[in-house]
């Protein structure tokens, strides 16, 4: 049913959103594109110095877990085809642009904020799930 | 009813040009150590020690010299009051969680323990003196020999290899330093100088007309305000989950600005000490300080959400009690 999936992940809860991107593809001959996105927005008054210094380490983040995820899904579908894209910008507009652009016919994403986390900090996954141009599935945490 | 606008006005562009200065300035005298063929591990550890912090040491030293040295003092107790009971507290609150590294954490949370009781020994034997203040410029040349190690330390294990490719990449790569850079050192110090007179004159005027003491202008609003670089800084990298810079951003201009922030102040006149800021204020940081080590450990080395409201409520506590029933 799917061929083509969008796995997004912002480093956490990484070993839930695998396992279930697992249980779609198993046995299926689907393409999988690991996104990580570096949120580079930052408040007014930022030193510039920081802002570059915040920008290298989320950059080398979204690496080690584009590499992890990549390790962890070839070790259990051997011969699947994989795809690393890390981009700079708003999370969940590029979520959805990527999606956009790749065709791609699900994403596959954590959700598990508590109400006030999600009052505070905003959701990403509530944003993708209002603007993404094919099916979400939304990999609850507790 | 003008003035007070008027001083208020100045307040906030005084705060923004000091912020603004203070990056343009550390930006680029980074770039002339680096131009120097000074290591970058120095020049990245000294520039995030004293980054955030010029504005604070700016205003502290600027009105010690223009003779209100109350502020000055005033600024830098206030300062990190706030900056761990305020700005940690708010962090926590907002993002959830602020993790920690032990080994930093520790070393970090010592060297500001430390300061701490150090300035109110100083202060319990009296006005601080140029003597005190050599010890203090000491330790802090030590702390930031510290922190230079640990960098070192930890890169060696990250990527000896790469190092070296950058250390003799920066010995071959030594240019001429560019004039535009050495113009921005210099607008950056102009602006700093400018920025920080400009902030304690209108906060010593506000003050004036108010009728409160110049002391408690600096501890809370040229505190908050020179705070905002380490607002930002910290609760945004807590935020993006990058949270030994959240907490290190903290403890490290804590202990510049009492060991720089006064000490430098100090070294050229002598810093009268305040009886209240002696028997409340200085006790009190070092209380938020304490109080920040038992909530990071009981919530296992992290700094939760419930410890940020708490941390909030005793930043609470203190205004009200210094600036309603303690004034």
Same mark, same amino acid.
């Given at each position: 049913?799917?061929?083509?999936?969008?796995?997004?992940?912002?480093?956490?809860?990484?070993?839930?959103?695998?396992?279930?991107?697992?249980?779609?593809?198993?046995?299926?001959?689907?393409?999988?594109?690991?996104?990580?996105?570096?949120?580079?927005?930052?408040?007014?008054?930022?030193?510039?110095?920081?802002?570059?210094?915040?920008?290298?380490?989320?950059?080398?983040?979204?690496?080690?877990?584009?590499?992890?995820?990549?390790?962890?899904?070839?070790?259990?579908?051997?011969?699947?085809?994989?795809?690393?894209?890390?981009?700079?910008?708003?999370?969940?507009?590029?979520?959805?642009?990527?999606?956009?652009?790749?065709?791609?016919?699900?994403?596959?994403?954590?959700?598990?904020?508590?109400?006030?986390?999600?009052?505070?900090?905003?959701?990403?996954?509530?944003?993708?799930?209002?603007?993404?141009?094919?099916?979400?599935?939304?990999?609850?945490?507790? | 009813?003008?003035?007070?606008?008027?001083?208020?006005?100045?307040?906030?562009?005084?705060?923004?040009?000091?912020?603004?200065?203070?990056?343009?300035?550390?930006?680029?005298?980074?770039?002339?150590?680096?131009?120097?063929?000074?290591?970058?591990?120095?020049?990245?550890?000294?520039?995030?020690?004293?980054?955030?912090?010029?504005?604070?040491?700016?205003? @502290?030293?600027?009105?010690?010299?223009?003779?209100?040295?109350?502020?000055?003092?005033?600024?830098?107790?206030?300062?990190?009051?706030?900056?761990?009971?305020?700005?940690?507290?708010?962090?926590?609150?907002?993002?959830?969680?602020?993790?920690?590294?032990?080994?930093?954490?520790?070393?970090?949370?010592?060297?500001?323990?430390?300061?701490? /009781?150090?300035?109110?020994?100083?202060?319990?034997?009296?006005?601080?003196?140029?003597?005190?203040?050599?010890?203090?410029?000491?330790?802090?040349?030590?702390?930031?020999?510290?922190?230079?190690?640990?960098?070192?330390?930890?890169?060696?294990?990250?990527?000896?290899?790469?190092?070296?490719?950058?250390?003799?990449?920066?010995?071959?790569?030594?240019?001429?330093?560019?004039?535009?850079?050495? @113009?921005?050192?210099?607008?950056?110090?102009?602006?700093?100088?400018?920025?920080?007179?400009?902030?304690?004159?209108?906060?010593?005027?506000?003050?004036?007309?108010?009728?409160?003491?110049?002391?408690?202008?600096?501890?809370?609003?040229? @505190?908050?305000?020179?705070?905002?670089?380490?607002?930002?800084?910290?609760?945004?990298?807590?935020?993006?989950?990058?949270?030994?810079?959240? /907490?290190?951003?903290?403890?490290?201009?804590?202990?510049?600005?009492?060991?720089?922030?006064?000490?430098?102040?100090?070294?050229?006149?002598?810093?009268?000490?305040?009886?209240?800021?002696?028997?409340?204020?200085?006790?009190?940081?070092?209380?938020?300080?304490?109080?920040?080590?038992?909530?990071?450990?009981?919530?296992?080395?992290?700094?939760?959400?419930?410890?940020?409201?708490?941390?909030?409520?005793?930043?609470?506590?203190? @205004?009200?009690?210094?600036?309603?029933?303690?004034?």
């Amino acid at each position: 049913m799917y061929e083509k999936i969008l796995v997004a992940t912002m480093g956490e809860y990484m070993d839930e959103i695998l396992e279930n991107t697992i249980d779609v593809v198993s046995g299926k001959d689907v393409e999988i594109i690991g996104i990580y996105v570096v949120d580079i927005s930052v408040p007014f008054l930022t030193p510039v110095r920081v802002k570059n210094m915040m920008h290298k380490e989320l950059t080398m983040r979204g690496r080690e877990i584009l590499n992890s995820m990549e390790k962890q899904l070839q070790e259990v579908c051997k011969g699947i085809k994989f795809k690393k894209v890390l981009l700079e910008g708003n999370p969940a507009e590029e979520i959805v642009k990527t999606a956009e652009n790749e065709a791609v016919d699900l994403i596959v994403m954590s959700t598990g904020k508590s109400r006030v986390d999600k009052h505070l900090l905003g959701s990403v996954s509530e944003k993708v799930v209002h603007s993404a141009p094919c099916s979400v599935l939304l990999v609850r945490i507790n | 009813m003008l003035n007070i606008i008027l001083y208020i006005i100045g307040l906030v562009i005084s705060l923004i040009i000091v912020v603004k200065s203070a990056d343009v300035f550390v930006d680029n005298l980074v770039e002339i150590g680096s131009t120097l063929g000074i290591s970058e591990i120095i020049l990245g550890v000294t520039a995030s020690a004293i980054g955030t912090s010029l504005p604070e040491f700016g205003s @502290a030293l600027i009105a010690s010299l223009s003779g209100s040295v109350d502020i000055g003092v005033g600024t830098v107790i206030g300062s990190n009051i706030w900056n761990i009971a305020g700005i940690l507290g708010i962090s926590a609150t907002v993002s959830g969680v602020i993790r920690t590294n032990k080994k930093g954490l520790t070393r970090d949370w010592l060297m500001t323990l430390i300061t701490g /009781i150090i300035l109110l020994i100083f202060m319990f034997f009296g006005d601080i003196h140029w003597s005190a203040s050599i010890i203090m410029v000491a330790a802090y040349g030590y702390y930031l020999y510290l922190l230079i190690k640990s960098q070192r330390e930890q890169n060696h294990v990250n990527s000896s290899e790469e190092e070296k490719i950058d250390e003799s990449g920066n010995n071959q790569n030594k240019r001429n330093i560019d004039k535009k850079t050495i @113009a921005l050192v210099v607008i950056g110090l102009i602006g700093l100088i400018i920025g920080c007179r400009i902030l304690v004159f209108s906060g010593v005027e506000l003050a004036r007309i108010a009728g409160i003491p110049a002391m408690i202008m600096g501890l809370f609003t040229l @505190a908050i305000g020179t705070s905002i670089p380490e607002l930002v800084v910290t609760l945004s990298s807590a935020m993006k989950g990058l949270h030994d810079l959240s /907490i290190g951003t903290v403890l490290g201009s804590n202990t510049f600005n009492i060991l720089i922030g006064i000490g430098i102040p100090a070294l050229v006149m002598t810093v009268p000490v305040e009886p209240l800021s002696l028997t409340f204020d200085a006790p009190v940081m070092l209380f938020i300080t304490i109080l920040l080590m038992v909530l990071i450990r009981a919530g296992k080395m992290k700094l939760n959400r419930i410890a940020g409201i708490i941390l909030v409520a005793s930043y609470i506590t203190y @205004a009200v009690f210094r600036l309603f029933i303690l004034v």
